[in-house]
């Protein structure tokens, strides 16, 4: 689909003006204009215009017009779908509108053009910029203070970040919170009150429409609020959504406020289905809706609560609640309405088990000129394809979001797959396919999954042939409300004869103790009678249904499904095509060597987690354990460019992951590999370089990263310097603990300048566990006691805050936080990250209960398997290394298998791009190559897995 350039308007206003010697450039998602000898200023009085996807091209037109005019440089959203994305719900609230920037030479020329800029665009719609003050209530035009170019600095966190420059001369930061803060030095421009702190203040009650008291915000968005407030006529607790003026206008020209008007006419239309409508009013150009409140949870959260129990949710109950959420959809559709976005949050679960709709604004009459939404993984084939807007579809897209939900419902798992892609236009299934995009449809792709979950979601088993019938890739092939019903009722029928089969022979085989032989050979006899004909019933809805199962090797354990070796041999096959195909050219002017996530671009781009240090690591792995040519020459020209830059960076941060440490651990490994003595010299000069005391004490971003850098570096040179440094830098660490009589944790120094001030961490990347590590490893090769007796302390402290369970144990990312809540399974902050630790502390001191406890920790892990993300910071590829880790430990153990298991979870996840097998990152969506976010962390577990070798950023004793 073509886009609008928003670039062309600007040109045509600058050739109106005869003003061709303009800079017009696009960057990223702006287009910036710029007059011939601009001297742009570090910071001042910004001008911002906001507007709609429909009104852009008009504000722009007469903006750009009084801008150029005016010789004052700015810039604008480069397309009409960015405008659209700027200007939507899900955009940051703060700055939801802002779609022109104009920078004036000084305060006089902003008066000016304000003023000007007003005049020219009254009377045309746009939102209000939460993060700016207006110039006039209503107008398009809105000022605050900010940088223009900055001072650019490389944090403490390892981001680069552009700061305000104070009178004092210290850098502060420039923030852009949703409402207006300057700072508080910076002199106003016009009348006005000062602005509120950049520190959120507790919020006071509000009274909206003579009769509502808002008590608690339940979210913020760019669309509006979602409170609890209190119903002063009635005494009932109701919920209060707002909507925006001229928020999320779409190409229909509805805003915010249009949608939750049509909300409130379908709360009318689904009586008893949805929650209470209980008043529609506007305030302020707002408009507001007041419904019931609904006591439960979303069918979202209630399934992912019960992700971690034994056992998941028992097929008879998810069999019941299937029937639920068909008989609850076939009633509206009863009503002549179709839902458009049926999807596990949009449906409250009570305490009663009643399903409740909410957020019913997209529901509508078939065949209603409408824009066709969905939620990813929810939408019908022909929802998803273009045009955006046109006649609703029928019921049969609500069947096809009800075949996800029953999905979600029975394995955990959201239907949402990184999209396959081919240069074939037509895709790999031809032209019989008019809605699905190129590759491989939803349902044979839920069907991979369906067939490698085996037995662990019976459930998913049973329901196999009802959820591939919904998401049929045709309308008319998909199943019917009544041929579900039919199943259902014949599988709830089967399941019950199943269980009571198995009572019947439980209470026999019970009975047979106590009345020996001649009972025991009858209750034998009632099983087996029973035994295959409750089978058979119970699979008869599935008989006639196929599912298509690919060839595993299944390692001699026909129960447990795995992608073998082959298969994964051709991941890290095309997932090193992948890394080396995406690579900048390294004798070239590029910033980064790969490109990467928003956060990630921001970062050291040579460091661990996003940058080239991280796939450096990997690439020599690689070649390590393929030796292949084409490896050895992107290893040495990777190596050549993260040399250039080794030391120009505004400062050498310590982190192993975040910092310069890793950096020069991937540079010295590069250079063993190569044989290159002055890489690996300029390597330890870089490590020698580096701060081992710093108030971060953490391994990611702190201390304990660096001096685990330097003892990788003592053991590989024998050098007396990096010992000392290890030690140094233990001492340090103990010196920062916080004990107390049975527990110890490191903090964060609340007034560092880092966005993690404050944290009192116990998992790996940021607290005990990974200071523990550090400690442990320092002691046995220094032979400190203090720091000994500190890591088998910090053991004590994460086996006290553990939480065991039948799933294994987990544990809260940080000890302030509520014992029992936000349990983590993975690397940064969960199960394998402090099973990491505790694995070495077991082996270490001998104490079989750390090594328990680690065993428990990998229990978790592979209970999460399915629900987790890929990375290696916080998913499969990381604590497929912990259980790689345990495996080595513990041969006789089922770890080895459970790390296979991990593999086969990475193998459903892939997606074809350019015919290569390509496993997303952390977002689920992309392909970015970071170690620990991305391609390049995946390929290294897997090689590990097939080749061997040590855990990766361990300094593990050879």
């Given at each position: 689909m073509l886009t609008f350039s928003l670039r062309d308007v600007v040109r045509s206003v600058l050739t109106a003006l005869d003003e061709e010697d303009w800079q017009v450039e696009e960057d990223g998602v702006w287009c910036r204009v710029t007059p011939p000898q601009h001297e742009p200023r570090v910071q001042g009085w910004k001008l911002h215009l906001s507007a709609t996807r429909l009104s852009a091209p008009e504000v722009l037109h007469r903006a750009a017009g009084v801008l150029v005019r005016a010789g004052c440089a700015f810039k604008t959203a480069r397309d009409l779908q960015t405008v659209e994305e700027m200007t939507s719900g899900n955009h940051d609230r703060a700055q939801c509108g802002k779609i022109i920037t104009a920078y004036p030479r000084d305060d006089d020329q902003l008066r000016e053009l304000a003023a000007r800029l007003d005049d020219a665009t009254a009377g045309l719609p746009g939102p209000a910029i939460l993060s700016d003050r207006p110039y006039r209530k209503g107008g398009l035009v809105h000022y605050r203070y900010g940088g223009f170019h900055g001072v650019r600095v490389l944090g403490n966190d390892g981001s680069f970040d552009v700061r305000l420059r104070a009178p004092d001369g210290t850098l502060v930061d420039d923030h852009r919170k949703a409402w207006f803060s300057p700072p508080p030095w910076a002199e106003l421009p016009f009348p006005g009150g000062p602005g509120r702190p950049a520190t959120a203040q507790s919020a006071k009650p509000v009274l909206l429409a003579d009769r509502f008291v808002v008590r608690e915000a339940i979210r913020h968005s760019a669309r509006g609020g979602v409170y609890r407030a209190l119903d002063q006529r009635t005494g009932a607790e109701v919920i209060v959504k707002q909507a925006r003026a001229h928020v999320a206008v779409n190409v229909t020209g509805e805003d915010a406020r249009a949608c939750l008007r049509r909300e409130a006419a379908n709360l009318t239309a689904l009586t008893g289905l949805c929650t209470e409508l209980v008043d529609l009013f506007e305030e302020d150009g707002h408009a507001f809706l007041v419904q019931s409140l609904v006591p439960g949870q979303a069918l979202a959260s209630w399934v992912t609560d019960r992700r971690a129990e034994p056992g998941f949710i028992p097929v008879p109950q998810v069999l019941a609640l299937a029937e639920k959420l068909r008989a609850l959809l076939d009633e509206v559709h009863r009503r002549g309405v179709v839902y458009q976005d049926f999807t596990p949050n949009n449906i409250m679960v009570t305490p009663e088990d009643r399903l409740v709709l909410i957020d019913a604004e997209w529901a509508t009459t078939p065949g209603t000129r409408i824009l066709r939404v969905h939620t990813p993984g929810f939408g019908a084939p022909e929802q998803t394809a273009e045009p955006r807007v046109g006649p609703a579809f029928g019921t049969e897209v609500d069947r096809y979001a009800l075949g996800g939900v029953l999905y979600f419902l029975a394995t955990g798992i959201?239907?949402?797959?990184?999209?396959?892609?081919?240069?074939?236009?037509?895709?790999?299934?031809?032209?019989?396919?008019?809605?699905?995009?190129?590759?491989?449809?939803?349902?044979?792709?839920?069907?991979?999954?369906?067939?490698?979950?085996?037995?662990?979601?019976?459930?998913?088993?049973?329901?196999?042939?009802?959820?591939?019938?919904?998401?049929?890739?045709?309308?008319?092939?998909?199943?019917?409300?009544?041929?579900?019903?039919?199943?259902?009722?014949?599988?709830?029928?089967?399941?019950?004869?199943?269980?009571?089969?198995?009572?019947?022979?439980?209470?026999?085989?019970?009975?047979?103790?106590?009345?020996?032989?001649?009972?025991?050979?009858?209750?034998?006899?009632?099983?087996?009678?029973?035994?295959?004909?409750?089978?058979?019933t119970a699979g008869d809805a599935a008989e006639t249904e196929t599912v298509p199962v690919p060839v595993w090797s299944r390692g001699g354990r026909p129960d447990r499904p795995t992608a073998g070796r082959e298969i994964r041999a051709g991941l890290v096959d095309d997932g090193l095509t992948h890394l080396l195909r995406g690579m900048a050219d390294p004798e070239g002017p590029a910033q980064r060597l790969w490109s990467g996530s928003a956060f990630g671009d921001g970062t050291d781009p040579c460091n661990v987690q996003y940058g080239a240090a991280g796939v450096l690591g990997t690439l020599v792995r690689a070649d390590r354990a393929l030796d292949r040519e084409e490896l050895r020459v992107a290893v040495r020209r990777v190596a050549a460019w993260i040399d250039r830059r080794r030391t120009e960076v505004p400062q050498l941060l310590p982190g192993l992951y975040f910092g310069r440490a890793g950096t020069a651990w991937a540079l010295y490994d590069a250079a063993r590999h190569l044989g290159d003595d002055t890489l690996a010299s300029h390597a330890t000069d870089l490590a020698l370089s580096l701060p081992v005391v710093w108030p971060n004490p953490d391994i990611c971003h702190g201390a304990a990263g660096s001096g685990l850098a330097h003892l990788?570096?003592?053991?590989?040179?024998?050098?007396?310097?990096?010992?000392?440094?290890?030690?140094?830098?233990?001492?340090?660490?103990?010196?920062?603990?916080?004990?107390?009589?049975?527990?110890?944790?490191?903090?964060?120094?609340?007034?560092?300048?880092?966005?993690?001030?404050?944290?009192?961490?116990?998992?790996?990347?940021?607290?005990?566990?990974?200071?523990?590590?550090?400690?442990?490893?320092?002691?046995?090769?220094?032979?400190?006691?203090?720091?000994?007796?500190?890591?088998?302390?910090?053991?004590?402290?994460?086996?006290?805050?553990?939480?065991?369970?039948?799933?294994?144990?987990?544990?809260?990312?940080?000890?302030?936080?509520?014992?029992?809540?936000?349990?983590?399974?993975?690397?940064?902050?969960?199960?394998?990250?402090?099973?990491?630790?505790?694995?070495?502390?077991?082996?270490?001191?001998?104490?079989?209960?750390?090594?328990?406890?680690?065993?428990?920790?990998?229990?978790?892990?592979?209970?999460?398997?399915?629900?987790?993300?890929?990375?290696?910071?916080?998913?499969?590829?990381?604590?497929?290394?912990?259980?790689?880790?345990?495996?080595?430990?513990?041969?006789?153990?089922?770890?080895?298998?459970?790390?296979?298991?991990?593999?086969?979870?990475?193998?459903?996840?892939?997606?074809?791009?350019?015919?290569?097998?390509?496993?997303?990152?952390?977002?689920?969506?992309?392909?970015?190559?970071?170690?620990?976010?991305?391609?390049?962390?995946?390929?290294?577990?897997?090689?590990?897995?097939?080749?061997?070798?040590?855990?990766?950023?361990?300094?593990d004793r050879p």
């Open positions: 959201p239907p949402s797959f990184a999209p396959d892609s081919s240069d074939d236009p037509q895709g790999a299934h031809g032209s019989h396919r008019p809605y699905a995009p190129a590759g491989r449809t939803a349902g044979e792709r839920i069907a991979l999954v369906l067939s490698l979950l085996g037995e662990e979601r019976p459930a998913a088993r049973l329901l196999t042939p009802a959820i591939l019938g919904l998401m049929a890739e045709r309308p008319e092939d998909r199943w019917t409300s009544a041929r579900l019903a039919g199943f259902l009722a014949d599988a709830a029928a089967g399941t019950a004869r199943a269980t009571g089969a198995a009572e019947v022979t439980e209470a026999a085989a019970g009975a047979a103790t106590d009345a020996g032989p001649t009972t025991a050979e009858t209750a034998g006899d009632a099983a087996t009678d029973a035994g295959p004909a409750t089978a058979k990788k570096f003592w053991q590989a040179t024998g050098r007396r310097e990096f010992l000392e440094r290890v030690a140094r830098c233990a001492d340090a660490l103990v010196a920062a603990a916080d004990r107390t009589a049975d527990r110890v944790v490191w903090q964060v120094p609340p007034d560092f300048d880092s966005k993690l001030a404050g944290i009192r961490h116990l998992g790996f990347a940021h607290g005990v566990a990974g200071i523990g590590a550090f400690l442990l490893a320092a002691a046995d090769a220094t032979g400190q006691r203090s720091a000994l007796d500190l890591a088998v302390m910090a053991g004590d402290t994460l086996a006290a805050e553990a939480e065991r369970g039948q799933v294994g144990a987990r544990w809260r990312s940080d000890l302030d936080e509520k014992p029992g809540t936000g349990l983590i399974y993975h690397w940064c902050s969960g199960s394998s990250g402090v099973g990491t630790f505790l694995l070495r502390l077991g082996q270490a001191t001998g104490e079989e209960r750390h090594l328990r406890l680690a065993q428990e920790a990998a229990q978790s892990v592979r209970a999460a398997a399915w629900t987790s993300p890929t990375a290696v910071c916080h998913g499969l590829a990381g604590d497929g290394e912990f259980l790689l880790d345990l495996a080595a430990a513990r041969p006789e153990g089922p770890y080895r298998a459970w790390a296979e298991d991990l593999a086969t979870v990475l193998y459903a996840r892939h997606a074809v791009v350019g015919g290569l097998r390509l496993v997303p990152d952390e977002g689920a969506s992309a392909f970015t190559a970071g170690y620990q976010t991305g391609t390049a962390g995946v390929i290294s577990f897997l090689l590990r897995l097939d080749h061997g070798g040590p855990r990766p950023w361990m300094a």
